[in-house]
């Protein structure tokens, strides 16, 4: 079993959706608010726990600084 088998669906679409999230509003792209309630729905009253936030910063960092070429390698995305 590897970590992806261990967190509940919620938490995984939580997660991806955050992302998407963090992406869009970084890099100006439409969408932020169907994120925002897409999240609200998978999460309901329940809250992130700090290792899937984590998770989340890392995966949008990696990917909005993969966009932005070797240049900004150095430099963390700020939310």
């Not at 970590?3 to 969408?31: F, K, Q, Y």
């Amino acid at each position: 079993m590897d970590d992806h088998d261990l967190t509940p669906v919620n938490l995984r679409e939580v997660e991806a959706e955050s992302v998407a999230l963090i992406c869009c509003e970084s890099l100006g792209l439409a969408g932020s608010a169907e994120c925002r309630g897409y999240i609200q729905h998978w999460l309901g009253k329940d809250s992130i726990p700090d290792r899937n936030v984590q998770r989340v910063f890392k995966a949008a960092d990696a990917i909005v600084r993969g966009g932005r070429g070797e240049a900004a390698q150095a430099e963390p995305v700020s939310v």
